[in-house]
């Protein structure tokens, strides 16, 4: 099977501190990578799109400037959550598409981010 | 564009008794559909999914679904609960168009009873 794998798995920062978050597709390539944002009892909220070796695509709504995504290579991409504010805090998911195929993205197991 | 409607939040089941969860949804498309498991405090595992081939699909734990095309649905069945299947769920509904994100229903909350 396709794995995805996040780090760290849950972290906790000041406010005003920058936190990287990692995806990494561990045994496929995946050209297209997906970050969603989920509040605790609600849905899975698209954040941004990741292609490798292009800037990312945000979904309307969401900072460019606070979450910086860097998709550096076939097997990763990381957002960075900069300044980050209590409101910030939540669970991060990251998806992967292996292939040009779209048909299924693999989810990574998630990132607990909790901003004091 | 496409969207998904989870009809109901919230659904309970005793354990042993059929489990269904609907989902409904609007694509300009031809979609493929998926249904995602999410444990408490857990990533999202894939239950099944529907990209075109066979209308009856089915998944891991015993789950399947029924694409109906007619009825713009992609309910979630199970004959039979297990404790184990307490969990978040949540259908997926994805474009065939080049760029079309995944879009996520608002997910149905499934309490199994002893």
């Known amino acids: 099977g396709a794995v995805v794998s996040q780090h760290p798995s849950w972290v906790i920062c000041k406010s005003g501190t920058s936190v990287k978050i990692e995806c990494r597709s561990l045994?496929?390539?995946?050209?297209?990578m997906f970050w969603y944002r989920q509040f605790p009892k609600q849905s899975l909220m698209l954040m941004a799109t990741s292609n490798e070796g292009s800037k990312a695509t945000y979904e309307q709504g969401v900072e460019k400037d606070k979450f910086l995504i860097n998709h550096a290579s076939l097997t990763l991409s990381t957002l960075t959550v900069t300044s980050a504010h209590p409101e910030d805090s939540s669970f991060y998911i990251c998806s992967a598409i292996r292939g040009e195929g779209f048909s299924e993205q693999f989810f990574g197991p998630g990132t607990r981010l909790t901003v004091l | 564009a496409q969207s998904v409607t989870q009809l109901d939040s919230h659904v309970s089941v005793s354990e042993g008794t059929p489990v269904l969860l609907r989902c409904n949804y609007s694509s300009s498309y031809s979609p493929s559909l998926f249904w995602y498991v999410q444990h408490p405090n857990k990533g999202l595992q894939l239950l099944l999914k529907y990209t075109s081939a066979a209308t009856l699909v089915k998944g891991i734990n015993g789950f399947e679904a029924e694409f109906k095309k007619s009825e713009t649905s992609f309910h979630l069945t199970k004959p039979s609960a297990h404790m184990s299947d307490a969990a978040e769920y949540f259908c997926?509904?994805?474009?065939?168009?080049?760029?079309?994100?995944?879009?996520f229903g608002p997910g149905t909350r499934l309490s199994v009873l002893p």
């Open positions: 045994d496929f390539q995946a050209t297209t």
């Open positions: 997926v509904v994805r474009g065939h168009n080049y760029g079309q994100n995944f879009v």
